[in-house]
């Protein structure tokens, strides 16, 4: 059985940075995409982003574009997410997602526990 386990959240000011870390424990060969989401209070999930394990086809949302970069080592069977210049709107439970492909991903597969990010103002 597949688990994710996020790490890296905590609290930033204005205009700073974090790494956030999705470990994946388990066989992994039957997922071959992953995702960042995440979700502020009273709203819905919202796409951050996505990629293919074989590190092919990074996609952004629209309010991360040049801020946010997704990566991933498959030799350690992990997914990141380097946050740059992080907004007061960028607070929210960030979640990660591995799923078949990049269409099922945010729908299926298997996601994290969730890790907090709080950006001060």
Same mark, same amino acid.
Request: positive net charge; proline residues 2%; glycine residues 14%.
């Given at each position: ?5 996020? %790490?890296?959240?905590? @609290? ?5 940075? @974090?790494?956030?870390? !999705?470990?994946?424990?388990? #066989?992994?060969? /039957?997922? *071959?995409?992953?995702? $960042?989401? *995440?979700? /502020?209070?009273? &709203?819905? #999930? ?6 293919? $394990?074989?590190?092919?086809? /990074?996609?952004?949302? =629209?309010?991360? &574009?040049? *801020?946010?970069?997704?990566? *991933?080592?498959?030799? &350690? =069977?992990? +997914?990141?997410?380097? +946050? ?5 709107? =960028?607070?929210?439970?960030?979640? !990660?997602?591995?799923?078949? %492909? ?5 729908? %299926?597969?298997? $996601? ?10």
């Amino acid at each position: 059985q597949v688990q994710l386990v996020e %790490s890296g959240g905590g @609290l930033v000011q204005t205009g700073g940075s @974090l790494t956030l870390s !999705c470990k994946v424990l388990g #066989r992994i060969y /039957a997922y *071959r995409a992953v995702g $960042w989401y *995440r979700q /502020a209070p009273g &709203k819905e #999930r919202e796409f951050v982003a996505n990629l293919q $394990w074989s590190g092919s086809g /990074a996609y952004y949302g =629209d309010s991360v &574009k040049g *801020r946010f970069t997704i990566s *991933r080592d498959n030799l &350690k =069977d992990t +997914m990141y997410l380097q +946050m740059n210049n992080l907004a007061p709107n =960028d607070t929210a439970v960030y979640y !990660c997602n591995t799923a078949n %492909s990049l269409e099922t991903l945010g729908t %299926s597969g298997v $996601w994290g526990q969730g890790t907090q990010v709080t950006v001060s103002s």
